[in-house]
C-alpha cells in the first residue's frame, strides 16, 4: 500500500511514490502539520505527552541505518518502540509519520536544562543519513534546505526560542553523536534556525581533559550546565564530562572533535552564552 501523499499537484504527481517498508500495518491517516510534507507514512509507535506539555524544543537526529526502507520499518513499525514526527529524505522530500500533537519516541533517555522527558516537551526528526557506522556521508544541500524549511515552520508555529534547537548528541551525549559533525548547523542558523557563534581558532597551548580538576574544570562544567547539558558540576574531567564537551564539539566547533576543552572549545563556549539574549540566558540557569 502506498504511502498517502500531502499534495495532489502536479509536481506530486511526478514524484516517485514511497511504499510502505514491509511489516508495517496500514494505519489511519491524518492532516500534516506542516505545508512542506511530501507524504504521510503514520507510525503506531507514539503516546500522548505527559501532563499536557506542549513541544517548546526540536530535536535533530540521523536515522544511521545503511538505507532507506530499513530506516522507514524502524521508525514506522510496531514493536520497536522507536519513531519521529518527521524524516526528511536525501532528496529533500519530507514524511510526517507522528502527528505534533503526539509524543514520538525518539530522544530516549535523555536530558537537557533540567528536563528528563525529552520526548514530551520536543519535536523529532530523523534526517536519512547512515552515519558514522555507515561511511557518513555528507547531507545533500536539498535535504538540509528541507530540514530548514520545516523547523522554520515549527518555530514560528511553535514560539521556539534558538537555543532549543538541537542535536540528539546534545540531550544524550553518552549514547549518541548525531546529527554529528558534519552536519552544517552554521548553514541552519544563518537561516534563522537554531543558536550558533562562529567557532574560535584552534591553537596550541593549555587545555581541560580526562584526569584534569579544579576550579578550571568545576567552571566548564558550570557553564555546560548552564548553556543545557547534563552535565554534573564536581570539579573533576571525568567521562561523563569528556562526553559533554565531545557532544558540544560536535554541535559548536566540529573542525575538532576530540573531548579535550582547549582554548577554541572554552572561547566558542563562552561566546555562546554571551550571544544568548538576557531573557534566554535566565531561562537556562
Known sequence: MPASSASAGPESKQRRVIPLPKGIVAMRTFLPD????SDIIPSPNFGERNRGRQPDMIVLHYTGMPDVEGALTRLCKAGTEVSAHYVVLEDGRILQCVQESKRAWH???AKWAGEEDINSCSIGIEIINRGHDWGYPDFPLRQIAAVIA???GIIIRRGIAPHRVLGHSDVA?????DPGEKFPWRSLAASGVGHYVEPAPIESGDALR???????????QQALADYGYGVAVTGKYDQATAEVVIAFQRHFRPAKVDGIADASTLATLQ?????LPEYLEATTR
Request: with cysteine.
Open 34 to 37: 506542516s505545508s512542506v510534507v
Open 107 to 109: 530522544a530516549g533517555l
Open 150 to 152: 520545516l523547523c522554520r
Open 173 to 177: 551525549p553518552a549514547r549518541k553523536k
Open 210 to 220: 580526562l584526569g584534569s580538576d579544579g576550579d578550571d574544570v568545576r567552571a566548564l
Open 271 to 275: 561566546a555562546l552564552r554571551a550571544a
